[in-house]
């Protein structure tokens, strides 16, 4: 009988020791959870931003009139150029994650060869396609004046 009693208040007194614990627990998840929820939340808006600002840049050379781009020696059109960046970024999988982490690593110079992405623009004016980009992130050059 003594076994049933302390069977019987063991798991009561358990509960009522462990309960202020459990209370803690459950309320710093809670706060995690809602921190974790607000922090996520602000990245994935981040993150679109991003992917706006690197879209942006694509399509200004997209949209460059009587531009061609360079690359390894070889001239292209503007809508081969912006084929050759979105197929960039998308092998260069989640090491790109801001607009200049693009223009770093897909917009600026060729893997394989090391050598720069020149633009020749529409009145013969060659820059570096590193150029071209940050200039347009910053919103200072108009390239479509040439």
């Known amino acids: 009988m003594k076994s049933e009693k ?4 063991f798991p009561d007194k358990i509960a009522r020791k462990t309960f202020p614990v459990n209370r803690f627990v459950l309320l710093s998840l809670v706060e995690a959870f809602v921190i ?6 602000t990245l994935c808006a981040q993150d679109n931003i991003e992917k706006k600002k690197i879209e942006y840049l694509i399509s200004s050379l997209e949209n460059l009139k ?19 960046l ?16 693009f223009i770093r690593l897909c ?35 108009f390239y479509e004046k040439y």
Do not use: W
Request: glycine share 12%.
């Open 107 to 141: 917009a600026s110079k060729s893997y394989t060869s090391g050598k720069p992405y020149l633009i020749r623009l529409s009145d013969g004016k060659t820059i570096k396609a590193e150029k071209y980009f940050r200039d347009k992130l910053k919103g200072g050059v």
């Open 36 to 41: 974790l929820s607000l922090f996520s939340g």
């Open 6 to 9: 302390r069977s019987k208040g």
């Open 86 to 101: 979105r197929m960039k970024i998308q092998l260069a999988g989640d090491r790109v994650q801001t607009a200049d982490d």
């Open 66 to 84: 009587g531009a061609k781009f360079i690359r390894n020696g070889s001239e292209y059109n503007r809508q081969e150029a912006a084929k050759h």
